[in-house]
């Protein structure tokens, strides 16, 4: 098993940009999927965007594409999650987690999860 930290979270206003970075530690991370959700206050966890284990590939929800970009670096054992163009419905708590299975965007495809991160994004 995988096991995954967050960091990067924090308070920004609208238009700022924040970057999450997600460590990864145990069973060899560069031959996972990772991927970032997030979860809203009283709202369901969301998916959001997703990285192939190689980097080649991405895919992401249609409300961050053009803002948000995922990427990895596998030498340093971490996926990032740059967020520029930020809005007020961005707050949320913000988590990565690993799959074997690229192109899902379900949270049960997805095995290991950090403890998430917090961004606030104020008016």
């Known amino acids: 098993q995988v096991q995954l930290v967050e960091s990067g979270g924090g308070l920004v206003q609208a238009g700022g940009s924040l970057r999450l970075s997600c460590a990864a530690s145990?069973?060899?991370?560069?031959?996972?999927?990772t991927g970032w959700f997030r979860q809203a206050p009283g709202k369901e966890r969301e998916f959001v965007a997703a990285?192939?284990?190689?980097?080649?590939?991405?895919y992401s929800a249609d409300s961050v594409k053009g803002r948000f970009t995922i990427s990895r670096d596998n030498a340093k054992n971490t996926v990032y999650l740059q967020m520029n163009s930020l809005k007020p419905e961005d707050t949320a708590v913000y988590y990565c987690?690993?799959?074997?299975?690229?192109?899902?965007?379900?949270?049960?495809?997805?095995?290991?999860w950090g403890q998430g991160t917090q961004v606030t994004v104020s008016s």
């Open positions: 987690a690993s799959s074997l299975r690229y192109g899902s965007t379900w949270e049960g495809d997805f095995a290991s």
């Open positions: 145990g069973r060899p991370f560069s031959r996972a999927n």
């Open positions: 990285i192939s284990w190689s980097g080649g590939n991405t």
